[in-house]
T-cell receptor
Framework: GQQLNQSPQSMFIQEGEDVSMNCTSS?????WLWYKQDPGEGPVLLIA?????ELTSNGRLTAQFGITRKDSFLNISASIPSDVGIYFC?????????????FGQGTRLTINP | ETGVTQSPTHLIKTRGQQVTLRCSSQ?????VSWYQQALGQGPQFIFQ???????GRGNFPPRFSGLQFPNYSSELNVNALELDDSALYLC?????????????FGEGSRLTVL
C-alpha cells in the first residue's frame, strides 16, 4: 500500500546531540503529523502541521511542512535519554469520507549516555 | 480526561479462530479508527467508524469487520485468523470535523496467531 519514505531508518547518537529526520511522499497531503512510539505503547502525537511551509515547535521539537506538501522534517535539539523511541511521520488524507493516516516506516532513535 | 483504552492487551490464537478486540474512545471523541501495525512497520489503516457506521476501509479483506456503539466505543473482529494477522492492533479516536488527522491512539492489543 501507499507509504511515506522516512529516513534515516535508525540513528545512534550521543546525549545532547541534535537530531534530524525527514519524510517524503509521491502524494500530496493536507496535514502532516509526527508521532513517537515507545515499546509496548501506542503512538503519541508530537506535532501536527496544517499549512505548506508551516514551521512549528513543541519544546525541543521543531517540524516543518514542505512547500510542495510532499515532505516534512522533524528536528530534536539537545537530545535526552527519554527521547529514545521510534518516530513516525504520517500524512492525512480522506478516503471514502474517512480521515486516514498514511505512516512512514519509522526512525528508531537510540541515545548513548 | 480519559484516554483511549483497549482490551485485551495481549492474546494468542490459532489459525482459523476468530478474535474480538475492544476499544473505548477518548472522552468527547465520536470517531474511532483501527490500525494494524506489523513488527517493524508503521501502522496501516483498517477502517474508521462514525455514527455507528463504517466510513472508509483500507486494503483489508471482509473478514476484518467492526462495530461502533452509541457510546462511541468500538470492536474489531477478525474471522478465520491467518498467521500474517499477528500484529499490534491500534485503536485511535478523534473528533470528526475537527482539525484534520489528529488521532489519539490507545496502547494496542498484541495478537499472536500460531
Amino acid at each position: 500500500g501507499q507509504q511515506l519514505n522516512q529516513s534515516p531508518q535508525s540513528m545512534f547518537i550521543q546525549e545532547g546531540e541534535d537530531v534530524s529526520m525527514n519524510c517524503t511522499s509521491s502524494s500530496i497531503f493536507n496535514t502532516w503529523l509526527w508521532y513517537k512510539q515507545d515499546p509496548g505503547e501506542g503512538p503519541v502525537l508530537l506535532i501536527a502541521l496544517y499549512k505548506a511551509g508551516e514551521l512549528t515547535s513543541n519544546g525541543r521539537l521543531t517540524a516543518q511542512f514542505g512547500i510542495t506538501r510532499k515532505d516534512s522534517f522533524l528536528n530534536i535539539s539537545a537530545s535526552i535519554p527519554s527521547d529514545v523511541g521510534i518516530y513516525f511521520c504520517a500524512g492525512s488524507q480522506v478516503l471514502q469520507g474517512a480521515q486516514k493516516l498514511v505512516f512512514g516506516q519509522g526512525t528508531r532513535l537510540t541515545i548513548n549516555p | 480526561e480519559t484516554g483511549v483504552t483497549q482490551s485485551p492487551t495481549h492474546l494468542i490464537k490459532t489459525r482459523g479462530q476468530q478474535v474480538t478486540l475492544r476499544c473505548s474512545s477518548q472522552s468527547g471523541h465520536n470517531t474511532v479508527s483501527w490500525y494494524q501495525q506489523a513488527l517493524g512497520q508503521g501502522p496501516q489503516f483498517i477502517f474508521q467508524y462514525y455514527r455507528e457506521e463504517e466510513n472508509g476501509r483500507g486494503n483489508f479483506p471482509p473478514r476484518f469487520s467492526g462495530l461502533q456503539f452509541p457510546n462511541y466505543s468500538s470492536e474489531l473482529n477478525v474471522n478465520a485468523l491467518e498467521l500474517d494477522d499477528s500484529a499490534l492492533y491500534l485503536c485511535a479516536s478523534s473528533l470528526r470535523d475537527r482539525s484534520a488527522g489528529e488521532l489519539f491512539f490507545g496502547e494496542g492489543s498484541r495478537l499472536t496467531v500460531l
